[in-house]
């Protein structure tokens, strides 16, 4: 112990964002007291302002200490945001598997919870494995079980540890897993990262960690691709400008201002005015960011409690729920809406020591910058993807699908369907939820019902004369118990289901119609 020079926390953003996962490191304060003559010294690649506060804090820090920050920035990471209709819907991380073995990005894929990074992990093996043979052959699931590894907490060290080793060799060509792949990750030659799905337990500090496993060895170019549910982008319609029209002339922001931020830790997210959520981070708009700083936490009187009134705050009732948008943390939501540049959300939101608007990048680095300088949308992204799937580009061109379907705007609907024409839609809707999970490759085990139940069917058969729209459709499922969150069915199935009825009914078309609209 006399020989004890320096007690050092690594990753020390992990004590604020880890706080529900591991309660332990609450306590780490009293080591202060134990090691009183001892140094204190806490390190961070991601550390916001708040986050900083908090540790401290926690740590029992003293009022001597000193914070040094370097850069936040990472202009060798391109970064896009791509709008899903579900987190259920693959297909688009499948396209990755497509590729022979040396083909395919070396790719992180991220989750937040252990349970659906299993079971992704779990799909992407058996898709794999049929996409080389049979998804039961021992040799392909040998195969598949090389090519995508797994990584999160619950898995033993051996086999984290073997892992990370074939990751390394370039054998294994995925991991999908939890914040443990970071903790686990020493890899300097990452190609992609991905972060699946945006849920209120993803923060900035977590997201940008993650992208930040991508292109760390020297001149190495990544991608960091963002799913995020389409509900929760472009999140209120009328822009920042109008949402920010009352803000006059301020002064610019003094240190101590910016300090004064360190201390509003709990987000609110209560009564969030959402516009506010797609102004960009420009030379221009510096006054609004400033007020929207200010404006995204409250203050509060005993800074170990933020997480209990930050939960409240999430917390919606009968009367008035909290919409899902504005549970996310709002750096998230901020990152994911931003009208201009993400890499400048970023700068921002950590307090860049450097000149915010210096530009080192070469060529385009995030999605919106590819959409200011009007790069062509067919320009290639991993994944199989393009720009023009990425929200900036969403924006500007019609979403595929929903266009496709509106086209069938005068839909017939039988009076009544007679015994043979009710057989029939039974029978092809057995064969269409047959074709989904076919197309999935979803692992054997899971059976037919978790993509559309018999009960389910049998409903949408004895509800067609009603079933035109969309919101009809809906409404049939919601009378027949059916919960299609908790279902493997996505919004795009379901409007594709829609489409496959209208075409079936077309094509068994007989006897008198009526006619139906699409209304959306
Ligand atoms: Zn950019």
């Known amino acids: 112990m006399q020989n004890l020079i320096l007690a050092a926390v690594d990753e020390c ?3 604020y964002s880890w706080e529900d996962f591991r309660p332990v490191f609450g306590h780490i304060g009293k080591l202060r007291f134990l090691l009183a003559n001892i140094p204190f010294a806490l390190f961070s690649a991601t550390l916001m302002p708040h986050v900083a506060s908090y540790v401290a804090t926690v740590c029992n820090l003293s009022h001597s200490t000193i914070l040094f920050s370097l850069s936040i920035r990472r202009d060798n990471i391109k970064l896009a945001v791509i709008p899903i209709d579900d987190i259920g819907d693959t297909r688009q991380l499948f396209k990755l598997l497509n590729l022979s073995r040396k083909r395919i990005p070396k790719s992180l894929i991220f989750m937040d919870n252990v349970h ?85 337990n993803l923060t900035l500090d ?67 005015d ?56 709002p750096f998230s939501c901020w990152f994911c809406n931003s009208d201009g540049c993400l890499h400048q959300v970023i700068k921002v939101a950590f307090r860049e020591p450097g000149n915010l608007f210096a530009n080192t990048s070469e060529g385009w680095d995030c999605d919106r910058c590819a959409r200011a300088m009007n790069l062509d949308p067919k320009t290639p992204l991993p994944c199989g993807l393009t720009l023009g799937d990425t929200m900036a580009y969403q924006l500007k061109y019609p979403v595929p699908g929903q266009s496709e379907l509106s086209k069938v705007a005068q839909s017939v609907r039988p009076d009544k369907m007679n015994a043979s024409r009710t057989k029939e839609l039974k029978e092809f809707l057995i064969k269409w939820r047959k074709e989904k999970l076919d197309e999935r490759h979803y692992p054997l085990m899971i059976l037919p019902c978790i993509i559309l139940p018999d009960f389910v069917i049998s409903r949408i058969v004895k509800d067609i004369t009603h079933i035109v729209t969309l919101k009809q459709l809906r409404r049939s499922l919601k009378a027949a118990d059916f919960d299609v969150t908790s279902s493997l069915l996505t919004a795009t199935d379901l409007l594709e289901l829609l489409k496959k009825i209208e075409e079936h009914l077309h094509s068994t078309e007989k006897g008198n119609t009526q006619k139906g609209i699409i209304l959306f």
Not at 144 to 162: F, H, L, N, Q
Not at 249 to 271: F, H, I, N, W
Request: aromatic share 6%.
């Open 13 to 15: 953003h992990c004590i």
């Open 274 to 329: 959402l516009a506010k959520f797609t102004l960009p981070v420009t030379p221009e708009t510096m006054t609004q960011v400033n007020t929207h700083l200010d404006g995204l936490y409250r203050e509060v009187a005993d800074i170990k409690k933020t997480f209990k009134l930050a939960e409240k705050e999430r917390t919606g009732t009968n009367q008035q729920p909290v919409s899902a948008v504005q549970k996310i943390d």
């Open 206 to 272: 977590i997201l940008w960690q993650r992208m930040g496993r991508g292109g760390r060895g020297k001149d190495r170019q990544s991608y960091g691709l963002i799913f995020v549910k389409r509900k929760l982008l472009e999140p209120a319609p009328g822009g920042w400008e109008a949402a920010f029209k009352l803000v006059g002339p301020q002064p610019a922001p003094t240190s101590e201002d910016l300090d004064r931020l360190q201390l509003k830790t709990v987000p609110v997210c209560k009564g969030r």
């Open 116 to 200: 659906a990074a299993s079971t992704l992990a779990l799909q992407m093996k058996a898709k794999l494995a049929m996409a080389n043979g049979k998804p039961e052959g021992v040799r392909e699931r040998i195969f598949s079980d090389t090519v995508i590894g797994g990584y999160w907490s619950e898995i033993d060290d051996r086999r984290k540890k073997k892992v990370m080793e074939n990751f390394k060799k370039g054998i294994t060509r995925i991991v999908v897993g939890t914040d443990a792949i970071s903790l686990g990750l020493n890899v300097d030659d990452v190609d992609v990262t991905i972060q699946w799905g945006v849920t209120e």
